[in-house]
């Protein structure tokens, strides 16, 4: 079985509180493939230019991910993204964007891409995703990301991509900004009357949560006393979350595998911010994922012993 | 075993973008005492002007409150406080706070509430606080609230009071404007190494979180599409958590029974916002109580089912 991703491969330069990176790997397609790449093959879909190098595609390399989609667009240069982390992480500042090579990016995807069992739409611009979505037509499971500019600036062709996928993958402002419901839940249920099987929702340090048609799931961020470097948490929460639904390939996918799956995805964006970009994630092990999904498991887990309770 | 809360009793004026009330019984130790009757005997503490009459009374005794600590000043008014929910309910402006007999408020305990079990602290002067915990030399469990005002005017005193305690119930940003530390971990650790059992940090509708000797828990806000009134949220969650811990007489303060705890007190703060101030909670049975504990049960769970991830 196969995952394929669609998305941003970039250079980020980013200062946060704790220290700084003037050019380093990231991307919303890098950080998902590192993280899915635990549990499936992995295909990350996407423009790099001339100064994408070996050092790059060895990062991928090293965790197994399969870099033949990576369209190399000659005398280009890829994605730069800069940005400030103030105020202990918690505002984020953009300082530049270069879309550079990614400005005209028309998905091709190679048959092998196109076969993939699962796919996941990075946050690109709905109508890509969408062309993209229908090249996909064998995957069994389909999520994606998006963003308020999106939201904005593209509402009708945004609305056409999410009636075409399994799963949205986005924060409680953005849930509600698409919606016009004045809160989570009420966002989510307007969403799963969409067609939707699941509605995710990131809500960053707090956590994340789930609403499917069978319920509703939530489970908190793993508690971390330093956190060096945010970016790409979303994306490393997508790729742990896909990855392990592409990973159970003898189960139907409901409530129960979802609700696993965000114990994963919570897992891979914890170890994502303990430093810099891909720094942490591209030398993870098994063990310690498997180690911090049982954490987060006894971090939420309480009894329910029996109480008479006063009238 | 009994609980005493010392805090306020008050009149509060709320609007909100689904309603509004002029005149509503509130204040924090009515709220704890609504939720916490479900599981002991509890005294509030505090006092009352004229104006607080038999129906407010009535209230109080329809969940078989004990009022005979409720302090009635001759001449006086009770405390009043206006304020205006907007965006959703996300922001809160406070437009009148008159403290009435508040002001001169000088904590009296008779010797019933002083011989109380488990003693509750709202958010008052941290040196009513402390005069009032010394009072209570028996209690086994002893928690507090706070809040920024205290941090900024008072921290030498909110430090001795803390310090003479056993559990905090703050928020994150108090939690942190209090330790100085980046986040809440970290500022929960620093809490710990205070000599508290406990640091519960409330995070509105994102749960709230436990951070104890023996490790972290957390639960996620029950979840409501329609959320009428937050105020009392807070007290209606230490209520239900300083309730449940004092009801357990038979076993020692833990870890485990402290995320029980949270489950009770997010059950009581979910039934608090779902109408004006204390109309929900006072018409509350227990059964309700036991069926929401029971889904937040299931909305947290997940299985630890075994994966062979990919190196």
Redesign the interface.
Known sequence: MSVTVVGSLAFDAVKT?FGSRDRMLGGAATHFSLAA????EVRPVGPVGDDFGPAELEVLHG??IITDDIEHVPGGKTFFWAGEYTH??NVRETLATDLNVFENFQPKLSPAAQDCDVLFLANIQPDLQFDVRRQCERARFVAMDSMNYWIESARESLERTIRAVDCVILNDEEL?QLTGA?????AA?ELLGWGLKAVVCK?G???A?L?SED??????AY?????IDPTGAGDSFAGGFVG?IA?QVDEPIGH?LL??A??YGTALASFNVEEFGTERVARL??DE??ER??DL?????????P?????
Chains 1, 2 share one sequence.
């Open positions: 509180p790449s635990f549990f499936d965790r197994g202990n992480l509600e004045p809160n989570t839940p009420s249920k809500n340090k707090y956590g949560a609403y319920g509703f799931f939530a489970i908190p508690p971390l006393a330093e956190v392990y990973a129960d609700a696993r965000m114990a092990t098994s994922i498997t999904v049982a498991h006894r971090m939420t887990s309480f009894d329910l012993a109480l008479t309770l006063r009238g």
